[in-house]
C-alpha cells in the first residue's frame, strides 16, 4: 500500500485540477460494538467542496454472534498466547471479505457497477486503541478489499494521525463539522456507538474552533450487560425496554461518575481496553450478588451514559447555556431509554436524530470515511487537529490501488 502525502501549509496547491465528474465513494464502518458492517454509497464533488453531497445507497449487515464474539474475545485478550496471532489474521482476512462483499452489496442495490465507484474507504474493525502508545490496530485488509471489488481502496486512517502526535481519533468531526456546522445553532453531534463520542459545533465556528472527543462508553456496557445475563442469548436492549422497566441505582451511578477519564479534558479518546467486556462481566456479577434485577444495572448505565455526555457538554462545550441543540447518531439513537434521559439530563435543550439535519441516523459514520476517503484520492487533509491532538493537519489513510492500479478516480 502506498502512504498518503502529508498536506503542507497550503494543501490545495499540492492537488491535481479538478476531476471532470463527481466521485462515488462507498464508505465502511465497523464499531466498537462489532455488531456489523455499514456501508454508505456518497457522491462528493470533486473539487475538495463538501456540498451537494448525495447519499445513493445504504445498508448495514450484521455480524452473526459467533463473529462478534471472535472479535469481542480477541480484543479482550481472552485468547491464549499462542492463538492471538494466527486468530488475528483470520480475522484480518475474514473480515476483509465481509466488508468487499457489503461494498459490492451497496452498489448493486443502488444499481451502480463497481467500475463507475472511484474508491472504497474503509475505516475497519477496531481490535486495539492505545493512543498512549502512539498506536490502534483496525483489521480487515484493505488490499484483499481492493482485490476483490477491484476498486481502489483506502484504509489504515488512524496511522497517520498517531504518526502526527495526535490520538488517532476522533475522526468523524471532519464529517460533522461540514455536514451539520450552522450560522445560527450552536450544536452539540453525539453518536451513540460502542464508545459515546461528541463534536462541539458553536454556530458559524470554522474548522479550528470544532471541538471533539470521547465522552465514555455507549452501547458497549449495555451490551455487555445484555449479552452476560442472557448467557449470549441476547445481544442487545432493544429500545432500552429494559432499561425502561428498571430504577435508578444512585450509588453505583455516582460510582459510576467518579471516573477519571471523564474528568480529563479533550482533546481524549478511549475504547474496549477501558470500558469492555470485563467491566461489563463484573458488573453482571456485582448485581446479581447484590441481588438487584439486571433492568436495574440497565437503567443505572443509560443514566451514566446520559450523565456523562450532559457533563462534557457543560464542562468542555462552551458551559450551562451555550447548547442550542443535540443531534444524536449511532445506534444508540434507537434506544429510547437513552434517547429520554438525555432529554432529562439536557433540560430546554432540543435531543434529535441525525435524521432531522438531512443525515441518516445509521448511515452517518460510513458517511463520514466516505469523505474521508475522498480526501485521500485528492490529496486533501481529512481530520481536525485540534479535536485529535494532531500538531498539524495530514491527509490519512493508506492506499490500496484497484485491479487497473488507478489510484486516482477517472
Known amino acids: 500500500m502506498m502512504k498518503a502525502g502529508a498536506s503542507g501549509v497550503n494543501p490545495s496547491a499540492e492537488r491535481q485540477e479538478p476531476y471532470p465528474r463527481p466521485m462515488r465513494v462507498i464508505g465502511l464502518m465497523a464499531g466498537t460494538s462489532a455488531d456489523g458492517v455499514d456501508a454508505a454509497l456518497v457522491e462528493w464533488p470533486d473539487d475538495g467542496a463538501v456540498r451537494p453531497f448525495r447519499l445513493e445507497g445504504f445498508r448495514e449487515d450484521p455480524f452473526e454472534p459467533e463473529l462478534q464474539d471472535r472479535i469481542h474475545a480477541l480484543a479482550a485478550g481472552r485468547l491464549a498466547g499462542a492463538e492471538v496471532l494466527r486468530e488475528l489474521l483470520a480475522l484480518d482476512v475474514l473480515l476483509a471479505e465481509r466488508f468487499a462483499a457489503s461494498a459490492a452489496a451497496v452498489a448493486r442495490e443502488a444499481g451502480v457497477g463497481l467500475e463507475a465507484i472511484d474508491a472504497i474507504a474503509s475505516h475497519g474493525q477496531t481490535v486495539a486503541h492505545h493512543p498512549e502508545l502512539g498506536s ?4 480487515g485488509d484493505p488490499s484483499r478489499i481492493a482485490e476483490r471489488t477491484g476498486v481502489t481502496t483506502v484504509g489504515d486512517f488512524r496511522s497517520r494521525d498517531l504518526a502526527a502526535g495526535g490520538a488517532g481519533a476522533p475522526l468523524a468531526p471532519f464529517f460533522h463539522h461540514a455536514v451539520f456546522g450552522d450560522a445560527e445553532e450552536s450544536r452539540l453531534v453525539l453518536n451513540l456507538g460502542g464508545i459515546a463520542n461528541v463534536t462541539w459545533l458553536p454556530r458559524g465556528c470554522s474548522p479550528d474552533a ?3 472527543f470521547d465522552v465514555g462508553p455507549g452501547n458497549v456496557l449495555l451490551d455487555g450487560v445484555v449479552r452476560g445475563m442472557s448467557g449470549g442469548r441476547e445481544r442487545f436492549d432493544s429500545e432500552g425496554s429494559r432499561a425502561r422497566r428498571g430504577q435508578l441505582d444512585e450509588a453505583l451511578l455516582a460510582e459510576l461518575l467518579d471516573d477519571e477519564f471523564l474528568r480529563r479534558p479533550p482533546p481524549k479518546s478511549t475504547g474496549r481496553e477501558r470500558y469492555g467486556l470485563e467491566q461489563a462481566e463484573a458488573l453482571v456479577a456485582r448485581a446479581r450478588s447484590d441481588g438487584r434485577p439486571i433492568d436495574d444495572l440497565l437503567a443505572t448505565l443509560v443514566a451514566f451514559t446520559a450523565a456523562s455526555v450532559a457533563r462534557a457538554a457543560h464542562d468542555f462545550c462552551g458551559g450551562e447555556g451555550a447548547l442550542h441543540r443535540l443531534l444524536v447518531g449511532g445506534g444508540g439513537a434507537r434506544n429510547l431509554a437513552l434517547m429520554d434521559a438525555l432529554r432529562t439530563r439536557l433540560p430546554g435543550v432540543p435531543v434529535e436524530s441525525f435524521d432531522s439535519a438531512g443525515v441518516p441516523a445509521g448511515a452517518a459514520e460510513a458517511m463520514a470515511f466516505s469523505l474521508l476517503g475522498r480526501n485521500t484520492l485528492l490529496g486533501l ?6 479535536c485529535t491532538g494532531a500538531q498539524r493537519a495530514a ?10 492500479r488507478r489510484v486516482r478516480p477517472r
Open 136 to 139: 490502534s490496530l483496525q483489521i
Open 395 to 404: 491527509v490519512l489513510g493508506e492506499i490500496a490501488p484497484g485491479r487497473d
Open 381 to 386: 487533509p481529512n481530520h481536525l487537529p485540534r
Open 210 to 212: 470544532v471541538a471533539a
